[in-house]
């Protein structure tokens, strides 16, 4: 399930080649101080390097030489606390790179292409409001990629039609969880191994909601990982309990109780989630954390508890993806350029994936032969990839 709470971000870039938001591939230079920062003028690596003050009374001091090109800001945070930095344009408020988590007398680099335009650096301090720092103007040559900010009020009305989304699914996984139960309870353990897989995709699906069901979530979908009983401790409970049950040949004496522990989990959540409010904030980041944790998960295998069914976990997935996707659409259709080529990926990788199915039955994760396996790795790492863009792109961002 993805990991819950946001991840801080490095210094990022618009990428020319394919307007795609990457992860600068840089380091942070801690320490440095400003006279031993590089004042603007080549370096190592053959680019120009610009010393850029980060604080509330000098943002963007000194940059007085704009030269058009690739280049490389050396963003020297001058203050006592932490701060995060946008280069944008100062009149659309197009970003053309940031960088968070700058602490306070060290330096990082922001690497951008910047072309004849308007630019300004805003200077957005951890205990302080925003200050955007003097208009630079370049003169010739052709500007990277930039995109215009997300705010939280882009976000809000589609954050609310998602969560009904959810809640409509989360009607699904207690009606399948109770027909689970009922086989378990009559003792039919054929039956619930058959009703076991439906009733927990229809809950991984809900992947971008995990943040929002709190504990919930780990007494419906945990692991046995960290508890000091490993599979046999009473806190290991929910689909994966009931899962290592039902193939390892327990009774349904045993699973009676943690079946009914999961009903009654489930419908908890169903009513709960009427009162709860999913972070407007986090939609973004929940659909690049879905397919993450696929691929660190279900496709090494780390959630199999018997059934042999993490393919179709993947799948489901992939279907939770899309959900949210969908409801970010209308922003993303004028910030991220190859929307189509991520619809393309997502199309390829819901192929791939059936391709391991028969009917009702899902080839076990290690039955497949290397090459299957490298390919499902491939094309849902190259999801991953992609979704890092949609993640950034749909951060909100603070405005001066």
């Given at each position: 399930?993805?990991?819950?709470?946001l991840r801080?971000?490095?210094?990022?870039?618009?990428?020319a080649?394919?307007?795609?938001?990457?992860?600068?591939?840089?380091?942070?230079?801690?320490?440095?101080?400003?006279g031993?920062?590089?004042?603007?003028?080549a370096?190592?690596?053959?680019?120009?390097?610009?010393?850029?003050?980060?604080?509330?009374?000098?943002?963007?001091r000194g940059?007085?030489?704009?030269?058009?090109?690739?280049?490389v800001?050396?963003?020297?945070?001058?203050?006592s606390?932490?701060?995060?930095?946008y280069?944008?344009?100062p009149r659309?408020r197009?970003?053309?790179?940031e960088?968070?988590?700058?602490?306070?007398?060290?330096t990082r680099?922001?690497t951008?292409?910047?072309?004849?335009?308007?630019?300004?650096?805003?200077?957005?301090?951890?205990?302080a409001?925003?200050v955007?720092?003097?208009?630079?103007?370049?003169?010739?040559?052709?500007?990277?990629?930039?995109?215009?900010p997300?705010?939280?009020?882009?976000?809000?009305?589609?954050a609310?039609?998602?969560q009904?989304?959810?809640?409509?699914?989360?009607?699904?996984?207690?009606?399948?969880?109770?027909?689970l139960?009922?086989?378990i309870?009559?003792?039919?353990?054929?039956?619930a191994?058959?009703?076991?897989?439906?009733?927990h995709?229809?809950?991984?699906?809900?992947?971008?909601?995990?943040?929002?069901f709190g504990?919930?979530?780990?007494?419906?979908?945990?692991?046995?990982?960290?508890?000091?009983?490993?599979?046999?401790?009473?806190?290991?409970?929910?689909?994966?309990r009931?899962?290592?049950g039902?193939?390892?040949?327990?009774?349904?004496t045993?699973?009676?109780?943690?079946?009914?522990?999961?009903?009654?989990?489930?419908?908890?959540l169903r009513?709960d989630?009427?009162?709860?409010?999913?972070?407007?904030?986090?939609?973004?980041?929940?659909?690049?954390?879905?397919?993450?944790?696929?691929?660190?998960?279900?496709?090494?295998?780390r959630?199999d508890y018997?059934?042999?069914?993490?393919?179709a976990?993947?799948r489901?997935?992939l279907?939770?993806?899309?959900?949210?996707?969908?409801r970010?659409?209308?922003?993303?259709?004028?910030?991220?350029?190859?929307?189509?080529?991520l619809?393309?990926?997502?199309?390829?990788?819901?192929?791939?994936?059936?391709?391991?199915?028969?009917?009702?039955?899902?080839?076990?994760?290690?039955?497949?032969?290397?090459?299957?396996?490298?390919?499902?790795?491939?094309?849902?790492?190259?999801?991953?990839e992609?979704?890092?863009?949609?993640?950034t792109?749909?951060?909100?961002?603070?405005?001066?």
């Amino acid at each position: 399930m993805p990991v819950p709470g946001l991840r801080s971000r490095p210094a990022r870039l618009w990428a020319a080649g394919g307007l795609l938001l990457v992860l600068a591939l840089v380091t942070a230079l801690l320490g440095m101080t400003l006279g031993g920062a590089r004042r603007a003028g080549a370096a190592a690596d053959g680019l120009p390097h610009t010393t850029v003050e980060v604080s509330p009374s000098g943002c963007g001091r000194g940059w007085s030489r704009p030269v058009p090109g690739l280049q490389v800001f050396e963003l020297h945070n001058t203050s006592s606390g932490a701060a995060e930095v946008y280069l944008e344009d100062p009149r659309s408020r197009a970003v053309y790179g940031e960088v968070e988590g700058i602490g306070p007398g060290t330096t990082r680099q922001l690497t951008v292409r910047l072309g004849r335009g308007s630019y300004a650096f805003t200077c957005l301090p951890d205990d302080a409001g925003a200050v955007r720092g003097p208009t630079v103007r370049v003169g010739s040559g052709q500007a990277g990629p930039a995109a215009a900010p997300v705010t939280e009020h882009d976000l809000v009305p589609l954050a609310i039609d998602y969560q009904k989304w959810v809640g409509g699914g989360l009607d699904e996984v207690v009606r399948l969880t109770g027909q689970l139960r009922d086989a378990i309870d009559g003792g039919d353990l054929g039956r619930a191994r058959a009703d076991w897989l439906p009733a927990h995709l229809a809950y991984e699906r809900l992947g971008a909601a995990y943040g929002a069901f709190g504990e919930a979530d780990t007494r419906i979908n945990g692991t046995d990982a960290g508890l000091p009983g490993g599979v046999r401790d009473p806190s290991f409970t929910g689909f994966h309990r009931i899962e290592y049950g039902l193939w390892h040949g327990q009774p349904a004496t045993t699973l009676r109780a943690p079946a009914d522990a999961l009903l009654k989990a489930v419908t908890t959540l169903r009513a709960d989630w009427v009162q709860a409010r999913m972070d407007p904030a986090q939609l973004g980041l929940r659909a690049h954390e879905i397919l993450e944790n696929t691929v660190q998960s279900e496709l090494t295998g780390r959630t199999d508890y018997g059934s042999g069914s993490t393919l179709a976990t993947a799948r489901a997935h992939l279907d939770g993806t899309r959900a949210v996707l969908s409801r970010l659409h209308p922003l993303l259709r004028t910030r991220y350029p190859d929307l189509p080529g991520l619809d393309r990926q997502l199309d390829r990788a819901q192929r791939t994936l059936d391709g391991f199915r028969r009917g009702d039955r899902w080839t076990p994760l290690d039955r497949l032969g290397r090459a299957p396996r490298e390919r499902a790795d491939a094309v849902l790492g190259d999801l991953v990839e992609r979704l890092a863009s949609v993640a950034t792109l749909c951060d909100p961002r603070r405005t001066v």
